[in-house]
């Protein structure tokens, strides 16, 4: 007796396993800083819960439409067009149980068992497992921290095969906060054009969390749009990430095909979540601007903060509210603390020595595909950000 061969090829979410990791530790009454999770620590936005509620009342209780409620597809359209200068009709948005939901529903449904997929690494942690689960063959391309973590036309052009089905693209990014300039994305276009048959997933989730401006959207490209699947949601830009709502925008037979796949796992999203998630979007938008500005201030001390540790590599994100030090300086150093000896081996080793030893939860880069790196989420109060990066740089100065 036993799990399938494609579960048992699965690898479980190691950003999830070191969340896990310090609630044991807290449990066991240790104060653990937890800087591992993507999680925006803002409440949901009082308008948008009013707007649950009333839902509630209304007894939006029952099966939405498989592709979600069209007053939601509605809202969505709209905030395409307003705020993206992007054309979609009602009938080309898919709403699903999250932006993970989203992703995993366009990959299951483009891809084909031997396609390649191109996945820029650093990369979210999910991609490559749910290019596997497709049975498809994930090709990484390694953008490092001299680039900034972006991949260039150069190397895109040099990792397509006639085996390329999709080239995932998250910008800004999980886990560098990296942002693609509408220049470097048309350069990536460009290179694509050539190449018919490959598709774009574009995954969005942080456009709102941006610091250098304008988000800029691969399918905002006239002669490229229907090749592009946006892939967006209400988790981070509204601190709803317990709401799992997440949207694909997309050509008509990539959301016909979306829409027939949910149909036979889940159908159509939470009744009221939905109905939140369209109070999200058509509602005012000021509380977005108020928590990309806590990040962006966020951002700078823990940039700051950083750079006063030695042996780290510092780049500064463009968005999101991840940071992607570079740590192999230390690989190779020992340390015996309370008895345990520790050797940092590789960026898993120096993730555990600092929730071990520091008593702060980050993850590893080797979960995303930058083994010589590790990733802290500054979603956290300023206070958690300075205490934090005190104890790393206190537990980093005990190696040798």
């Not at 590790?374 to 109060?381: E, G, L, Q, V």
Request: proline share 5%; hydrophobic share 40%.
């Amino acid at each position: 007796m036993e799990l399938s061969a494609r579960l048992q090829a699965l690898q479980p979410s190691a950003t999830l396993a070191m969340s896990q990791k310090s609630s044991e530790l807290k449990a066991q009454g240790i104060d653990i800083i937890n800087m591992s999770v993507g999680e925006p620590d803002f409440n949901t936005p009082d308008h948008i819960k009013e707007a649950a509620k009333k839902a509630i009342d209304e007894n939006y209780s029952r099966y939405s439409p498989v592709p979600g409620y069209p007053e939601l597809k509605n809202a969505i359209v709209n905030k395409l067009k307003k705020e993206n200068g992007l054309d979609y009709s009602p009938a080309q948005i898919l709403c699903s149980n999250g932006a993970k939901q989203s992703v995993c529903n366009a990959i299951m449904a483009l891809v084909n068992a031997g396609d390649e997929v191109i996945i820029p690494a650093p990369y979210w942690v999910s991609y490559p497992q749910m290019v596997l689960l497709a049975e498809g063959t994930p090709v990484f391309v390694e953008a490092k921290i001299e680039q900034d973590f972006k991949i260039t036309p150069e190397q895109l052009e040099a990792a397509i095969t006639p085996k390329t089905r999709l080239l995932i693209l998250c910008s800004p990014s999980n886990p560098t906060g990296s942002v693609y300039s509408k220049a470097e994305l048309e350069a990536l276009k460009n290179v694509l054009l050539k190449y018919e048959n490959i598709i774009v997933i574009a995954d969005e989730i942080y456009e709102h969390i941006n610091y250098v401006g304008e988000h800029a959207s691969m399918a905002q490209f006239a002669d490229f749009k229907d090749r592009v699947v946006i892939i967006n949601g209400v988790s981070k830009a509204y601190a709803m990430t317990g709401w799992r709502i997440g949207f694909i925008a997309a050509a008509d037979w990539i959301v016909k095909g979306c829409n027939k796949l949910q149909g036979q796992y889940t159908s159509g999203p939470c009744s009221v979540s939905q109905k939140a998630a369209e109070i999200a979007f058509a509602g005012p938008q000021d509380c977005v601007e108020t928590m990309r500005q806590a990040f962006e201030r966020r951002r700078d001390l823990i940039v700051r903060l950083a750079k006063e540790i030695p042996g780290l590599e510092v780049n500064k994100p463009q968005g999101a509210f991840y940071l992607f030090p570079k740590c192999s300086s230390y690989f190779g150093k020992k340390a015996s603390v309370e008895g345990k000896e520790y050797v940092i081996n590789n960026s898993t080793d120096f993730a555990m020595y600092i929730l071990e030893v520091g008593h702060v939860a980050t993850v590893g880069g080797d979960a995303f595909g930058s083994p010589e790196c590790f990733r802290m989420s500054y979603a956290t109060s300023d206070e958690n950000i300075v205490e934090a990066l005190t104890r790393i740089k206190n537990c980093l100065a005990k190696l040798a």
